[in-house]
């Protein structure tokens, strides 16, 4: 069964501090994946893409990690900010079949000051 | 990057009446377009995947009578809600996609419908 799994289901973090969010994944064949920020009440905003051959990709303090052979992924936020307060959500593409994405449940992350 | 609108982002409507929500790629031309539903705490559930020129393939469980589709250019698809009821309350989200490349999915900024 194709499947995108996260944890944890909820982080509460303090401002400044760092945290890693985890994504399992069966889903196959596989094309890409991705990392979206969700805040409430927005559409999803990509922060990164990985296709398999690549297995770190950062954009500001957003790094994301993927291992393909245990179908794992990570996105590390280094010095939380507030605004980043949101829910996180791993999608999984699918090869040629015309873009269709296998979400993950996400994970809602907030910062307190 | 590449953008998707969407329109209205919030939306209000008697039950029994229908309502029109668009999607536009406004720098890309999208051969495929998907309309999502989203509940509170949930993720997006995709109902259908929308094909510029052919009909819409709806996912199980997702009436295609009562959620149209009209994808009839390579920049604009709609999703009507037909006959509203307050079931139907729920955050609708487009994204559109021109293949299967690392650029498709891009997503537009939600509609919130109220049916009331």
């Known amino acids: 069964k194709n499947q995108v799994e996260q944890s944890p289901q909820s982080l509460i973090i303090l401002e400044g501090k760092n945290c890693t969010l985890q994504c399992n994944y069966t889903v196959s064949p596989f094309s890409n994946l991705r990392w979206y920020k969700q805040d409430t009440g927005r559409g999803p905003v990509s922060l990164t893409i990985?296709?398999?051959?690549?297995n770190t990709k950062s954009n500001g303090r957003y790094t994301a990690t993927l291992d393909a052979d245990t179908k794992q992924s990570s996105l590390h936020i280094t010095a939380s900010q507030l605004s980043d307060s949101a829910s996180y959500i791993c999608?999984?593409?699918?090869?040629?079949?015309?873009?269709?994405?296998?979400f993950g449940q996400g994970t809602e992350l907030s910062v307190k000051p | 990057g590449a953008v998707v609108s969407q329109h209205p982002s919030r939306v209000i409507c008697k039950s029994g009446t229908s309502v029109k929500i668009e999607c536009r790629s406004l720098?890309?031309?999208?051969?495929?377009m998907f309309w999502y539903r989203q509940f509170p705490k949930q993720s997006l559930m995709l109902m259908a995947t929308?094909?510029?020129?052919?009909?819409?393939?709806?996912e199980q469980g997702v009436e295609k009578d009562k959620f149209l589709i009209n994808h009839a250019s390579l920049t604009l698809s709609t999703l009507t809600v037909t006959s509203a009821h307050p079931e139907d309350s729920s955050f609708y989200i487009c994204?559109?996609?021109?293949?299967?490349?690392?650029?498709?999915?891009?997503f537009g900024q939600g509609t919130r419908l109220t049916v009331v």
């Open positions: 990985m296709t398999f051959s690549e």
């Open positions: 994204s559109a996609g021109g293949g299967t490349g690392v650029n498709s999915a891009f």
């Open positions: 929308s094909n510029e020129g052919s009909k819409a393939t709806y």
């Open positions: 999608v999984v593409s699918f090869y040629n079949q015309g873009g269709k994405l296998i």
């Open positions: 720098d890309f031309q999208a051969t495929t």
